[in-house]
């Protein structure tokens, strides 16, 4: 009998038994339990992607169509309007409203033409510009 042995008995008892593991003798190496990766972790790239996106083209007639814009921005889509068919009043008035809407989901607006606007949600990223120059003349005519 070993001392470690004598002393577990003295101390212990005979009544308990206990198994005495030497630390050193244990493998450093993971078992395959914890070797193996739990799937259920894995996320799978092509679903956050959005494969739907969409640019939606409006030509309003009247103010009122003005909801109808905005919610395709809240639901995050694109959106070019063409404002050429309502009068210049109504116009402003679109632009203002939808100004809002684009801030309030921290997207953008840009004018792409004389009476033509893109506004686009946060997870639409636009590059490049549109010069100006054909429209200058127009616009300064139209006070936008």
């Not at 404002?83 to 801030?103: E, M, N, P």
Request: net charge negative; charged share 30%.
């Amino acid at each position: 009998m070993s001392f470690k042995n004598k002393l577990k008995d003295y101390f212990m008892g005979d009544e308990y038994e206990y198994e005495y593991v030497d630390e050193d003798n244990q493998s450093e190496e993971p078992t395959q339990k914890e070797a193996k990766v739990n799937p259920k972790n894995v996320v799978n790239l092509s679903s956050v992607q959005q494969s739907n996106s969409r640019v939606v083209l409006i030509e309003p007639r009247n103010y009122n169509e003005a909801q109808e814009i905005a919610d395709n921005i809240v639901n995050r889509r694109a959106v070019i309007i063409n404002l050429q068919r309502v009068d210049h009043q109504q116009a402003k008035r679109i632009v203002d409203f939808l100004s809002g809407t684009v801030y309030a989901v921290k997207g953008d607006i840009q004018k792409l033409g004389a009476e033509t606007f893109l506004c686009t949600p946060d997870n639409v990223e636009v590059s490049g510009t549109i010069t100006e120059m054909l429209y200058e003349q127009e616009e300064y005519d139209k006070g936008w």
